[in-house]
Every structure is written in structure tokens, then in C-alpha cells.
DNA sequence: TTGTACGCGTTATCAA
DNA sequence: TTGATAACGCGTACAA
């Protein structure tokens, strides 16, 4: 704060008191000449005094701050978890700092220790798609430093991961593709770096089989970047190469779906008749598309408030993650809409 | 930070030195043996020491840490300028504290109160629509307190603000309509309460005038709350009843105008043909929907960066914001895409 | 070239 | 019921 902030010691300046009385005078502790208590709180504000948290940290080595690191803030998703993170942290007393990777592994380590000068209590974190190693995370849980990892879940035995249940999303679109009579089922699929990227393609993949379909390998097409570029024009080849064509596409992300729709739509295929398209993470847009994209519903906010939780109750609780509960895994919710409607 | 993080008092105890000594040989000072200075730096490296921003800020009565309040990070706009915001103080060393205030005026002051304890430096502000007097802000500044408005510019005389022309933006996008040969052009206007809602709908009226078209103050519709369901709804029943059926809508935001086109679809109406939509801030959805939504392109990043650069100027110049240039307008660009496109 | 002492704002501890 | 002192981690004026 700029020059004239009043401190404790300005009020006791102005009484003729010690410091030490107007710090439990304010606090309301036991033992303490009401009167006095009186013209302390009403010297307080009059000086508009406000208490200075920076000293608070310094003193008990609690800053009640959590920073969070996340791979891009403008990604519907993970706004939607930054918003459930500030409103459990803000309502337990918490500050939160952010900082966004960019997809990128030096941003995520020197985000890491920036925050860590700052002191801050525990960590949040989504890392990024060029994270392979994770040494400047396991460094830190050796010394018991206080992380929760969300979405994307490191393999990183004892840590704590809060995640949808990518599988089970994935296998509830595909078997929902396939009940609805499509054959030929085309898969978009994620980064392999990630998690939730395997777990996605093995949902699908368990669904063609256990429905009887037998699975083509030709028919999961890596979209590693995920733009929509990307898939509008990896479809497009599809469509006008491919020798057996896709009846149906289901992506690991939404943007690849609408990529996959357009593609169609180019292509004059009409949507849901000849071709299904089902995406992951239902995005606000979904509903607005016509037609309206089927989706997997990550609940985002529950996945940021019940992180934060965790984490705050391991920091406050001096919780040791080892003798934790190590994953919480919450449920998709397949959406569907018309994309994929053929009954 | 938890237990065994190693303070210069570690290192001197070490190596028998004094803390001062340390101090300097970190930091380079002049004076310093060279050989100490090496044997300082490896203890470092060795216990893996790490200053403490704490302890500085307290000492240097400065944080580096600028606080962020936004109505909401779900929402691609604001995650865009939160983009830009972090991505500047990032580059010049300064922490970002965030907060959305949900549009409620009391979380607002609450975190404009917590930040402050927390003894930022300085903090960027979107108020929410429910605020609508300022002394929380006029308080602070009047003390010298470094805050840059971003996007809604309250009316305080001699603040700092950083906003689109939504003014022109406005314009462009009625005069557009009109050019397209739509003369019934409805407006879906914010709430008052925003100055880029009034600025939105006089470049609405005066484009309209200017053009040679009279205005008709039954074609402003108040949409307070901005939600599609609101404006599909305002739409659909202006449709069935108005005497005189307009032919477009200008909505003062995209998801207005989602709204719209959802109601000319639900009504039979074709879009662009029968009737032209033109929304505001360009989200990310626009282009993928069909048709294709014209929509007013909102500069966010680099409205969070310029309003960033000009904070940290502030409190590290010292400059005095009434000197300065008080606002800085960016372009808007008018995207037209086909649901405004007749020729 | 290095050490001592003090202060940033707060509170816990011990003494009065 | 109140006050004096020390400590959190660091930097720096001053002394040695």
C-alpha cells in the first residue's frame, strides 16, 4: 500500500498506549478495559485502519494465499474450474494467484517458483501438454508441500488428483453413438502426453468391443494441437480419401467436433442423418450450434471448489496426502442433442 | 511455505558468516571476496534457497503482486483480458491476485478490502453492474492509490481507464445493417448502469440518424440480464406481436444475439435473408454457427495488457494519474460474417 | 571485506 | 489490565 497506512502502532501513538494492547484490543482477546477496547476499535477506524497481511505471513509462515497454474484461462473449462477454485478459497479465507502456463514447461516451473517465494500455502495445478517429468512437482510433495493436481493428473504415485472420469465419459458417448446405429465411428483424439487424452481413446475403444464393434486403428486420428483448423481439414481428408467412410466422429474435445461438423457440412453430409458427432467438455456454445452439438459435461466449477477444498483442508489439517484418499474422481454427463439424435 | 525452507540465516550459519554477508553475496554486491561470494552461492544451491517475497515486501512496503477484479472469469472476454493482464505482469515481475465479484457490488468491496490488506500494489477493475456509486474506488484514489479501470469506465473524474470504442464499434455495426438494406433495426441493449451500454446505444441512434433512417425508441429492448433465454424470448415475442416486424436486431452482446437468431429460427425466419443479426465482442462461437455471426471484435488482450502496462508504469514511476492521459480508447473491428451479409 | 544493529507490522510470552 | 521484548526474513547504514 502506498505512503499513510495506519498501523497498530499509529493507534497506539494516539492513545498512549503500547502496541501490544492495541493488537488484542482489536482482536477482542479476554482481559482487556472495555473502555479501552472501545476507543481502540473507534481510533481504528477513524484511522481507517486495516491490517497488514503481509506481516501476518511473515510471522506465522502462513500466507492464506494458494496460487493456481493453469495451462490457458481462455478455455471455457478451465474458467469454469478457476471459478469454483475462487470461490472456495475466497470463502474459507483464501487468497488465490494466478498464473497461466501457455502450454509451456518453463512457464509452469518458473510460475512454480515465483509462488513459492511468495510463500504461498498449497498449489493447484493443471500442467501443461509439454510436461513429460514431473521432478519440480515431486520435489516438492518429498518435502511435503501441499499440491492437488486437477483434470490433468500426473502419474505421480501419492499424489492428489481431482478429475472427471474421462473413461466412463468417453465409453457413455461412444456406446450412445452406436445405439443410435452408427458403424463407423472415427475418433479425434488428444495429446498422448495427457492423462485424460489415454483415458479418453480406452473409453472408446472398450465401447466399440464390448458393443461388438470391431476396433480400427485407422480410425483414431491424433489432433494433438486442437484447433479447429486442425480437425475441419483432417476430417475433410477423411471424408474424400478414406475408403471405408466414417459414419460417425467423436472427438476429445468440442473445438474437434465442430472442426468434424464443418468439415462435414463442406463436404454436403448432413448431420445427425449421415453423419453422428459427439464431443467432450460441453462448452457453452454446444447448445448454440445448429445443429446442437451432443457433448460429455465435465462439471468444472465442482472440480475447482472440491480441489481447493482438499487442498485447503490438507494445509489447515496438516493432512499427510499418503494416508489419503488419493483420487476423486466426479461424473460426466453425456448431453445429448441433435448432432447425434437419429431416433 | 512449510517446514525447512533454508533463510540466508541457514547459509551464515553454515558457513559462519554473518547474514549481512550473505545478503550481499547473493545479490552481488561490490565489495564482496570472491571466494566467499562462490562459497555463499553453492551453500545456496546447495540448501536450495529460495528468498522470501514476503519478508522483502515487508521490508520495501511494496508487494509486486496487483490485484485483478472482474464480474466473471467464465466469459470469454474478460478470460481474454485476464490473459493479457497476466501475461504483462508476468514479463515485469509483478504477482496477480484474482477476484470476480459475480456482478455483486458487496464482493467487490470485500475484495477490494482483502487485496488491500494484503498490501497490493496497485489493481485493475471491472466493476460489476450492480455498482453503482464509487466511493470504495474515489476513496483510494483520492489517497493516491494506483487503479486503472478496464472495460467499464465508472464515472470518476481523473480516473484511469482502458475501454473499446464502443461508441464506433457500434456505429459500424448499425451503419453496416443499414448498408445491407435492413431499415426496421431492432437494438438489444445492456444495462444501463454500464457506460458501454449507453455508449452502444447511441452509436446505435446515431448511425440510425445519420443514415437518414428515424429512430424509434419502442426498437431499444432492454436485455438486463444478458442471458440468451432472456433475449430469445424478448425476440420471440417482439416477432408474433410488433406491429411493424423489424428486420435485424444489434444486439450489445453476442449471446443477445445467439438469442435472437435462435427466436428468427424458432419463428420460421431466415437469417440473413429476411432478417440481419449483428452481436458484440466476437466470442469464439460466432464463426461457428449457422450462419456465421457478425459481431463487433473487442481488442481484450491487449486491453488487459495496455491496461497493465499503464498500472505498472504508475506505481513504478510514481506518476500521478491526473497528469496523464486519462483514457485510452482501442478499435473495435467490425467482423462481417453471414448473418448480416445480404449482397 | 565483514559484522552489528535496526526496522518493516504483527503477535506470543513473560513480566509488571 | 497493560507493557516490554523478541521473533518472523531481509536489507542497509554504520561501525569495525
Redesign the pocket.
Known sequence: MKLG??????I?REL????????????D?????????RKVKEVAEKLN????A???S????RSFTIGVIIPEVVHFFFSTVVSGIEEVANSRGYNVILTQSNEKLDREISSMETMLSNQIDGVLVSYSKETKTFEHFTKLLDHNFPIVFFDRAPAIPGAINVMVDDYQGSFDATSHLISQGYKKIVHLAGPKTLKISKDREKGYMDALEQNGLKFNPDYIIPCPMGTLEESRGLVGNLINSFPERPDAYFSCHDIGAVGAMMACRDAGLKVPLEVGIVGFSDWQFCSMLEPQLSSVSQPGFTMGAKATEILIDIIEKKLDPKTMEQTLILETKLMVRDSSKRF
Open positions: 497506512q495506519a498501523t497498530i502502532k499509529d497506539a498512549n498506549l503500547s502496541a501490544s494492547t492495541i493488537s488484542r484490543a482489536l482482536k482477546y479476554p482481559g482487556i478495559n472495555d473502555e479501552t477496547k485502519y486495516r491490517p497488514n503481509i506481516a501476518l511473515l510471522r506465522q509462515s
